[in-house]
């Protein structure tokens, strides 16, 4: 079982993102440990770029902030290689297809086998298209996450056959960002997932905000996973905001286990 799987085993999961560099690494940092701390099971570090299609207006506007500061995905390696220096929370890299391949995949996964960075994110990648990373993906360990969205209807049981480490349940169309309410037959969505791979645990993300909405989540799933909401409260107090998102990130979790 790897690590990102095993995350689930000890009862429904909080999965927290982050964009790295805003308002600065050291903030980041600061701010993952704190997630960490206050009970994450796994951590998404986004790795900012330019054109970050599946992002709605603040997760954008957080990479445009990262890039501005200079934010390199060296920079980020070493964040994280401090960062496994004091907490062992297994961290999943979310980022776009080019970040990799610019980089030099065979490179870039490399590393992440040296970091103990557990899990890949690519969301526009799609499944048909994924073998040029799974492949590297999985000779370093790495596990590459699989997404499944309001669309993809026939398409997720072959998804799902697949699938390493979790599957992550898009609870929307369109971008990145908080709904006030989630409409998606979420239920059946699982449902078609756990026929296919019964091992395999699911999160759903895009559009969860408060500790009502993660409950009712992780009712339906194995895990809750919470962006913009989080990014928002950094862009607000920027470098004051570490205690604010421990204590969103503990609420989160507690509604979690409730589920």
């Known amino acids: 079982m790897s690590k990102i799987t095993n995350a689930f085993t000890a009862g429904k999961a909080f999965i927290p ?12 940092e600061r701010v993952v ?38 934010t390199t995905t060296d920079d980020i390696f070493d964040m994280v290689r401090r960062l496994r220096e004091k907490i062992s929370t297994p961290l999943v890299f979310m980022t ?40 590297c993906c999985t000779a370093h360990k790495v596990d590459m996450i699989s997404l499944i969205a309001p669309t993809s209807h026939d398409r997720i049981r072959m998804i799902a056959k697949d ?29 078609l997932v756990k026929e296919t791979n019964p091992d395999i645990p699911c999160a759903i993300g895009f559009g969860i905000s408060t500790p009502e909405q993660a409950y009712q989540m992780t009712r ?9 909401a989080i990014v928002r409260i950094v862009a607000e107090q920027g470098e004051n905001a570490v205690e604010a998102v421990r204590e969103y990130v503990s609420a989160m979790k507690q509604a979690c286990l409730r589920g």
């Open 163 to 191: 699938a390493v480490g979790f599957v992550y349940c898009v609870s929307s169309m369109g971008v990145t960002g908080v709904r006030s309410e989630i409409k998606t037959d979420l239920g059946e969505m699982v449902r």
């Open 96 to 135: 776009y297809a080019n970040v990799v391949f610019s980089y030099g995949t065979e490179r870039f996964l490399s590393i992440c086998e040296e970091l103990d960075v557990n899990g890949l994110i690519l969301p526009d990648v799609p499944y048909e298209e994924k073998d040029e990373f799974f492949d």
């Open 33 to 70: 440990l704190a997630m960490a701390e206050a009970g994450a099971d796994i951590i998404e570090l986004g790795i900012p770029f330019s054109d970050p299609t599946a992002e709605g207006p603040v997760i954008q506007a957080a990479s445009e902030r990262a890039l501005e500061n200079g």
């Open 17 to 28: 993102f982050i964009t790295c560099g805003d308002p600065n690494l050291e903030t980041t």
């Open 220 to 228: 339906i799933a194995d895990g809750a996973i919470v962006g913009s």
